[in-house]
């Protein structure tokens, strides 16, 4: 996944992948003004994290509680977006309508 950077002005602005990321010194600020460097796609990166993480979980789940035990444990969830994630991968699954 590509993650976006961008300083206020607009220097230069540039893209870096997640390998990248991971092998290279972490760059804060802007080589050109000094700004502070923001990201620009954080929204789509949460969102795909999140959902590798359901997935983990969910395989995690399947696997130690059944199907029928995963399907109780998220129906007992509280918080409404975490189970509506939960309830889009037995979807997904074709496991529920």
Do not use: W
């Not at 230069?12 to 991971?22: I, M």
């Not at 590798?52 to 969910?58: H, I, L, P, R």
């Not at 130690?64 to 889009?88: F, P, R, V, W």
């Amino acid at each position: 996944m590509e993650v976006f950077f961008f300083c206020n002005n607009h220097c230069a602005d540039f893209s870096k992948t997640y390998t990248e990321l991971c092998h290279e010194e972490v760059i804060r600020f802007c080589p050109y003004c000094g700004g502070k460097l923001h990201i620009q796609n954080l929204e789509e990166i949460l969102h795909e994290d999140i959902k590798k993480q359901v997935e983990n979980y969910f395989k995690e789940a399947l696997t130690s509680l059944g199907l029928e035990g995963t399907i109780e444990a998220i129906e007992h969830l509280q918080n409404k977006q975490t189970k509506k994630l939960y309830q889009d991968e037995l979807r997904y699954r074709g496991l529920i309508k």
